[in-house]
């Protein structure tokens, strides 16, 4: 894998992990050592910005589009980094707006 998703600069999501992947708490260490090593390389390869040259790189474009399932460590980090990012974050309030739960106000029966 040397020669397979090489970068020359290291990945950081500020968006989503601002303190950094390994601080957060959803990755390993060598999770998030992987995802800062090998990110920039795996968005490019999704993006289609960079096109697959080795084997190794074809297989996770293949499962980034769905046709294959993950198999390498790589590919099963990413894929958990992009569940994580992807989904919606729901958030609950104490001061919610329950009008419409609690009788609508028709006792006409």
Known sequence: MAQSFSVTRRFFDDKNYPRGFSRHGDYTIRESQ????????????????????????KQFV?????????????EKVWVKYRTLTSRTKRIYTLSGDVSGDIGSGDDSE
């Open 34 to 57: 992987t995802l800062e090593q090998f990110g920039q390389a795996c968005l490019a390869l999704e993006s289609g910005e960079r096109s697959p040259v080795t084997e190794e790189e």
């Open 62 to 74: 293949a499962v980034v589009k769905g046709e294959q399932a993950p198999e390498t460590f790589l």
